[in-house]
């Protein structure tokens, strides 16, 4: 097995928009629940989002919830986060992970590289 791949990740101002992906080769990401988590600097890994196999559900934490959304496009085998109206605060570097259900921090062993969002004016 080998780890996801993020990436969307930029510079931006606060308020701006973007739009994180997360792949994988070889399998199907629909048969899975997607966890989103993210590092910002001299912080521990927090979990952000979760989308739930096909699609079933969503979880946002209270940091995040009616900013960022997590979707799907089966047709791409790519998971997304919509990050909207960001903060200097969502400054992190953002990862994704899959499971059978929505995963948590100390559940993760094969964290992939990340996508480092900056929101700074």
């Known amino acids: 097995q080998v780890p996801l791949v993020e990436s969307g990740g930029g510079l931006v101002q606060p308020g701006d928009s973007l739009r994180l992906s997360c792949a994988a080769s070889?399998?199907?990401?629909?048969?899975?629940?997607i966890g989103w988590f993210r590092q910002a600097p001299g912080k521990e890994r927090e979990g952000v989002s979760c989308i739930t196999s096909s699609s079933r559900g969503t979880y946002y934490s209270d940091s995040v919830k009616g900013r960022f959304t997590a979707s799907r496009d089966k047709e791409k085998n790519t998971v997304y986060l919509q990050m909207n109206s960001l903060k200097p605060e969502d400054t992190a570097v953002y990862y994704c992970?899959?499971?059978?259900?929505?995963?948590?921090?100390?559940?993760?062993?094969?964290w992939g590289q990340g996508t480092r969002v900056i929101v700074s004016s």
């Open positions: 992970a899959a499971d059978y259900s929505c995963p948590v921090v100390s559940m993760v062993t094969n």
């Open positions: 070889g399998f199907s990401l629909d048969y899975y629940a």
